[in-house]
């Protein structure tokens, strides 16, 4: 086990809502990433927040927004969602201070758009 | 970041050395070989990395060829844990990892 959680392990909504995914990062990583994985693919990178601040992107589009805490917190929001936004998403935690550091993985959060 | 070439898929034997092989002839000179790995379920999970060394730790050797264009992996004593999906990622250690479709390895009682 990782010591990263995310919530909810399921989630199922429509065409056009909008949804928040939840990470808890390991005590004392200042790096979270966010990955979008869809069936039968490898995870594709959405964004990197560094000590609360976006530090680099994916190609996904503005719609897909975080924000990270002080408390080793995060959220991944999509707006409008689609159906292709169906997919197993990630968060990874790391200790960031000088790069090259392996990245702890959540269990994930299976989001179905109908 | 560099593109892979991986087997879709390999089997091993329980109790045999697993050699998971990996292209990245395009890798630049201060890309890092990272490996990570994908259980069933759960989320990906950090194996090795090197440069241009071979490295081992608990879980598994790497072995970068001297013209660094492609890598092996080794699991020593497969396990049927180990069956997983086996992801090889040229990275300049920015931790945005690029993820291909890996190796399913499937270890064989």
């Known amino acids: 086990e990782t010591g990263v959680t995310q919530s909810p392990t399921h989630l199922i909504k429509t065409r056009g809502q909008q949804v928040t995914l939840r990470c808890s990062s390991q005590?004392?990583?200042?790096?979270v990433s966010w990955y979008q994985q869809a069936l039968g693919q490898g995870p594709q990178f959405i964004f990197q927040y560094y000590r609360e601040e976006e530090n680099g992107r994916g190609n996904f589009p503005p719609r897909f927004s975080g924000l990270q805490f002080p408390n080793y917190s995060s959220e991944l929001n999509v707006n409008a969602l689609e159906l292709d936004d169906s997919a197993l998403y990630l968060c990874?935690?790391?200790?960031?201070?000088?790069?090259?550091?392996?990245?702890?993985f959540g269990p994930g959060t299976r989001l179905t758009v109908l | 970041d560099a593109k892979t070439t991986q087997p879709t898929s390999m089997d091993c034997a329980e109790g045999r050395a697993a050699n998971l092989p990996c292209n990245h002839s395009t890798i630049s000179g201060n890309e890092y070989v990272y490996w990570y790995r994908q259980i069933h379920s759960q989320g990906p999970q950090y194996i090795i990395h090197?440069?241009?060394n071979n490295e081992t730790n608990e879980m598994a050797s790497l072995i970068i060829t001297e013209d660094r264009k492609s890598s092996t992996l080794i699991l020593p004593h497969a396990t049927l844990r180990d069956t997983a999906v086996y992801y090889c990622i040229p990275n300049f250690g920015n931790e945005k990892l690029t993820f291909g479709t890996g190796t399913r390895l499937t270890i064989i009682p």
């Open positions: 090197g440069l241009k």
């Open positions: 005590s004392g990583h200042n790096t």
């Open positions: 990874a935690s790391s200790l960031g201070a000088a790069g090259n550091n392996e990245q702890f």
